[in-house]
């Protein structure tokens, strides 16, 4: 039996083309997922009719409906929707999400239930789905949340009772190939609480991969097929088949989208081992100073209310702008603030009043 692990999927792109033309994915990965009994998959958008959107930070996505045909042509059959644009059109467009799934065949994990069992060669297989907080909790309404520590008993409880666990753990910074220090320890806990194999997704880039304890931590998978936006790093990934006999084995297969469809691709897999050789012989420190060398003028940015072009401004001076409104002890009170957990909690419901209310 195969099991494929797939990358973001969101074709949110507005097109007027018609159904036929639709086709995105070459005839070579078609077959790979007509082969498997199971592809799962993260659905990063809700298919819904976008009555109300979700107020909050970043792009209210959506998938066209035509699409669900496609998804039950190419045998994409569970989906995980613990992530950051589930919620977009609000709780309604999510329900309104999962009847249109059900539709089709196409179960979910991450809200309702956080993982699903499956009964392989006389081998069970959990696939497990959960995210960080990032305008996906409304309410009582919620996908399963890192930092609700759920994961903890649940893994607990899987370990013993399961061969083999997949984690899908949508984290990670956006474009960014490598994982910060605590995503690391992030995912190695899950690993320590159970995991085989981790799989962050949501960084929209293909990353590189880690042995920690004899298990897998593959920190970016790339998108699936995500047509937001056309660059070199949203255009590739790695599809990952488990291979389920005696023994369990993983497959990688990477990809690249030429034109509007995927390709089977070795030659993104020569780049992959070379980040994750570098990644491993370095370490994390080195990527995380780069990280924060190129995003400092821009969190500073927003922490003093900005605009974007106030921003770009500020970067082309060097950072002169927030400097003289920021002094060392400024700093250091906002960084009180988000470090001490009581603090955090009244800055963030006060930030809620204000916006909300």
């Given amino acids: ?103 089709y065949d196409i179960s979910t994990i991450g809200v309702e239930k956080n993982y699903t069992v499956l009964d392989v060669e006389s081998k069970k297989i959990a696939i497990y789905s959960l995210a960080d907080h990032e305008f996906n909790s409304i309410n009582e309404n919620s996908v399963n949340l890192f930092k609700s520590t759920r994961f903890i008993q649940e893994l607990n409880y899987l370990s013993k009772e399961v061969d083999y666990i997949v984690v899908l753990y949508h984290s990670g910074k956006e474009e960014h190939k490598f994982p910060t220090p605590e995503l690391q320890q992030r995912c190695r806990l899950l690993v320590d609480y159970g995991a085989n194999i981790v799989v962050t997704q949501h960084s929209h880039t293909l990353g590189v991969k880690e042995i920690y304890k004899d298990n897998t931590i593959y920190y970016g998978q790339g998108n699936f097929y995500f047509n937001l936006i056309d660059s070199d790093h949203w255009n590739s990934g790695v599809i990952l088949s488990l291979k389920v006999g005696k023994n369990i084995s993983v497959e990688e297969n990477f990809y690249i989208k030429k ?26 420190s080195e ?14 940015g927003v922490f003093l209310g900005f605009s974007k072009v106030l921003r770009f401004i500020d970067r082309r001076l060097k950072g002169a702008i927030s400097k003289r409104m920021y002094k060392k002890r400024q700093l250091l009170t906002i960084l009180n603030y988000l470090e001490c957990e009581t603090h955090l909690e009244i800055l963030k419901e006060v930030l809620r009043s204000k916006i909300y209310d």
């Fill in 1 to 103: 039996m195969i099991i494929n692990i797939l990358g973001d999927f969101a074709p949110v792109k507005e097109t007027d083309k018609s159904m036929n033309d639709l086709e995105f994915l070459s005839s070579d990965i078609q077959d790979l997922l007509q082969s498997a009994n199971v592809n799962v998959f993260n659905l990063e958008a809700p298919i819904c009719s976008k009555k109300k959107r979700l107020l909050k930070v970043g792009p209210n996505l959506n998938i066209d409906t035509r699409y669900l045909q496609y998804m039950q042509k190419y045998n994409l059959n569970l989906a995980s929707v613990a992530n950051n644009h589930i919620f977009d059109y609000g709780v309604e467009g999510y329900f309104e999400t999962v009847e249109n799934l059900l539709r």
């Fill in 287 to 300: 990527s995380f100073n780069e990280l924060i060398k190129k995003e400092t003028m821009k969190y500073l």
């Fill in 259 to 284: 034109g509007e469809k995927l390709f089977l691709s070795e030659d993104i897999k020569e780049n992959f081992y070379s980040n994750t050789s570098n990644f491993n012989r370095k370490g994390i």
